[in-house]
């Protein structure tokens, strides 16, 4: 599977955007983007995931960039609850391994 | 619909005990798995099975045993504590690869400390 970077941390304001990068420059043709969050010792939560069209459901959006070389996950409208370790995984199509690096710890503040 | 279900929730071991941890699923998901998650760390696969009968070694597969008699069923074995496994242990399921959405449902994770 290709690697990822994300930024360590990263702030946001309860109620405006919260947009979290990804680079995965080496990504595959049939590799996907998924994007898991982990809330203080819980177990990690599916949010979204794409190939190369951008995605939106009831949590977020994910915007891929033409090349696929970078995504971005969006949060609309933050609160206090969406604190939590975002991870941005890439995996072959429909395989089941997941591998987690050490994702973006966002802290959405009052 | 429960989910992924993992007992016990905590687990104090002294070194050189055995245990079992459990995991149960109830979505009928080929596909589970065994993660550890030490401090400050993400999730690391320690084994996983892609149905009844079939089980393989993830990144860090030394000190546990599995084995995936039911689908349901998908029980990690210490077989010796040592404080190195000192970890937050957590279950995932989900469909395996032929079919579109392979959404991994995570349990709640059983916090284990070897002393």
């Known amino acids: 599977d290709a690697k990822t970077t994300q930024p360590t941390s990263m702030d946001c304001a309860e109620g405006r955007a919260a947009n979290l990068p990804c680079n995965h420059s080496t990504i595959s043709g049939n590799e996907y983007v998924y994007w898991y969050r982990q809330i203080h010792s819980q177990g990690p939560q599916y949010i979204i995931h794409g190939l190369k069209n951008n995605e939106t459901n009831e949590m977020a959006s994910l915007i891929i960039t033409e090349d696929r070389k970078s995504s971005t996950l969006i949060l609309p409208h933050a609160t206090l609850r969406d604190t939590a370790v975002y991870y941005c995984i890439v995996r072959v199509g429909g395989y089941s391994t997941l591998t987690f690096g050490k994702g973006t710890m966002l802290l959405v503040s009052p | 619909n429960a989910g992924v279900t993992q007992t016990p929730k905590f687990q104090v071991l002294k070194t050189g005990q055995s245990m079992t941890l459990q995991c149960a699923q109830d979505m009928n998901h080929e596909y589970m798995s065994w993660y550890r998650q030490d401090p400050g760390m993400g999730l690391r696969l320690i084994h996983y099975?892609?149905?009844?009968?079939?089980?393989d070694q993830g990144e860090v597969p030394n000190g546990y045993n599995v084995s995936r008699s039911t689908t349901e069923d998908f029980p990690l074995r210490l077989l010796s504590a040592a404080p190195s496994q000192t970890s937050v242990y957590f279950c995932a399921s989900s469909f395996l690869r032929d079919r579109d959405n392979t959404e991994a449902f995570f349990g709640q994770g059983t916090r284990l400390t070897v002393v």
């Open positions: 099975s892609v149905g009844a009968g079939i089980t």
